[in-house]
Every structure is written in structure tokens, then in C-alpha cells.
């Protein structure tokens, strides 16, 4: 006989919708107070299982990882245990950008924005697509910078790491290039410590990578 609990729980299975962040909050607090992990919550919430690559950052300190790049809340938060500071039913979820994309592609999956406006992916969001998912794979598609809702979406990874190396390289390359140059000094020079931290940035890319299985 079904429980006063599991009634409840699958209530909120029924009321759950990313278009309402408060609800998909409940579902994903009910199923960690029913003893489910951040994959089987995310499963719950999404409808389809999440890459390994997406825990590993998930359970990361990502508010102090010194990573370019700036983390949507959904679906972040909705991985993070009640014990670790998430998920809120406090906080609203997604930025306006987040919902816009949401309203306009709602196969897409807005994880993340990418920092350094002079890189090539500078200011992108990069995003899964449920589609893919389904089909066991972790491509990555980009939201260009100042691209309207509803506007063409590229791929541009297998997946979030390969991005986040691709990009964490250049920025360090960059800084690199720049220090060597003959026009580097003055006000706004690079120096040694700036390639360092960069060159830094590439190694915590490169350990998560390993942590997540990826080559």
C-alpha cells in the first residue's frame, strides 16, 4: 500500500517543470530526503541521466575554483545536497538570460558562461541539449554572446571539459604571448605570477578531466 511519503514524492513528480523553479526545488529536496544521490536527483528532475563530467564539476568548489567561466543555478544547485547548501527553494534559479533560452529552446540545458570577452568564447553560454543526452552523449552547443533567444545554436565540444580545456589554454597561451611581447611593459604589463595562475587554471582543467574519466 503506497505511503503518505510516497504519495507526496510522486506529487511532486507530477508538478515538477524547469519553467518553475520552485517546483523542480521540492522534487529534488523530496528525493534527497528520500535517500537519492546528486545523479539519481538529477535523473529525476531532467528525465535522463547527466555525464560523469557534470558531477565531477558539481562536486567541486565551484564558487572558488578560480575557473573563467560563471555557473548558471539550474542545474547546479539541483546537484548539490542539502548538507553541501543546495538547493534553495530561496533563490529563484535562473537569471532572466537562463529563462529567456529556456522559453525559447527548451531542449537546451544552460550550464555555464564563459569569462574573457577577448577570447574566442568569451562571454558564451554553453549549454547540453536533453536530445543528446538521450543518447548517451555529452555534446556541447554555444549561446554566442549577444545572440537573441531562438538563434541558431552551434556545437562546439564533445564535451564541457574539452571546452573548458580549449578555452583555459588559449587564455594561458595568451598571457604568454602577451608577456614575451617587447611592447609589454608599463601600466597593465603581464607578468610571470599572471601565467602562472593561468598555466594553474589549465592543470585544475586537466585534473578534471582525469576525475571524470575523459582522455
Same mark, same amino acid.
Do not use: K
Given at each position: 500500500?503506497e /505511503?503518505?511519503?510516497?504519495?507526496? *514524492?510522486?506529487?511532486?513528480r507530477?508538478?515538477? %517543470?524547469?519553467?518553475?523553479y520552485?517546483?523542480?526545488?521540492a522534487? +529534488? *529536496?523530496?528525493?534527497?530526503?528520500?535517500?537519492?544521490?546528486?545523479?539519481? &536527483?538529477? %535523473?529525476?528532475?531532467?528525465?535522463?541521466?547527466? #555525464?560523469?563530467?557534470f558531477f565531477v564539476?558539481a562536486?567541486?568548489?565551484?564558487?572558488? /575554483?578560480g575557473?573563467?567561466?560563471?555557473? /548558471?543555478d539550474?542545474?547546479?544547485?539541483?546537484?548539490t =545536497? =542539502?548538507?553541501?547548501?543546495? =538547493?534553495?527553494?530561496?533563490?529563484?534559479?535562473?537569471?532572466?538570460?537562463?529563462?529567456?533560452?529556456?522559453?525559447?529552446?527548451?531542449?537546451?540545458? #544552460?550550464?555555464l558562461?564563459?569569462l574573457?570577452?577577448?577570447?574566442?568564447r568569451?562571454?558564451?553560454?554553453?549549454?547540453?541539449? $536533453?536530445?543528446? $543526452?538521450?543518447?548517451?552523449?555529452?555534446? &556541447?552547443?554555444?549561446?554566442?554572446?549577444?545572440?537573441?533567444p531562438?538563434?541558431? @545554436?552551434?556545437?562546439?565540444?564533445?564535451? $564541457?571539459?574539452? @571546452? $573548458?580545456?580549449?578555452h583555459? /589554454?588559449?587564455?594561458?597561451?595568451?598571457?604568454?604571448?602577451q608577456?614575451s611581447?617587447?611592447?609589454?611593459f608599463g601600466?597593465?604589463?603581464?607578468?610571470?605570477?599572471?601565467?602562472?595562475? +593561468?598555466?594553474? *587554471? &589549465?592543470?585544475? @582543467?586537466?585534473?578534471?578531466?582525469?576525475?571524470?574519466?575523459?582522455?
Open positions: 500500500m /505511503t503518505d511519503y510516497e504519495r507526496m *514524492l510522486a506529487d511532486l507530477r508538478r515538477a %517543470t524547469r519553467a518553475d520552485s517546483s523542480i526545488v522534487l +529534488a *529536496l523530496g528525493c534527497y530526503r528520500d535517500g537519492l544521490g546528486p545523479q539519481q &536527483v538529477i %535523473t529525476e528532475c531532467y528525465g535522463i541521466e547527466f #555525464p560523469r563530467e564539476l562536486e567541486s568548489d565551484r564558487d572558488g /575554483t575557473l573563467l567561466l560563471e555557473f /548558471t539550474q542545474p547546479w544547485e539541483l546537484a =545536497p =542539502p548538507e553541501r547548501g543546495g =538547493p534553495s527553494r530561496d533563490r529563484y534559479g535562473a537569471d532572466e538570460t537562463e529563462r529567456h533560452f529556456l522559453d525559447a529552446d527548451a531542449d537546451l540545458v #544552460p550550464l558562461r564563459l574573457g570577452l577577448r577570447a574566442r568569451g562571454g558564451s553560454m554553453m549549454c547540453y541539449r $536533453l536530445s543528446e $543526452l538521450s543518447e548517451g552523449q555529452a555534446g &556541447v552547443f554555444e549561446i554566442r554572446r549577444g545572440m537573441r531562438g538563434g541558431p @545554436v552551434a556545437r562546439c565540444g564533445d564535451t $564541457l571539459l574539452d @571546452v $573548458l580545456l580549449e583555459h /589554454t588559449e587564455a594561458y597561451e595568451t598571457l604568454e604571448m608577456r611581447s617587447e611592447s609589454n601600466f597593465g604589463m603581464v607578468d610571470g605570477d599572471e601565467v602562472a595562475e +593561468a598555466r594553474d *587554471l &589549465v592543470e585544475q @582543467v586537466v585534473e578534471l578531466r582525469r576525475r571524470a574519466g575523459i582522455s
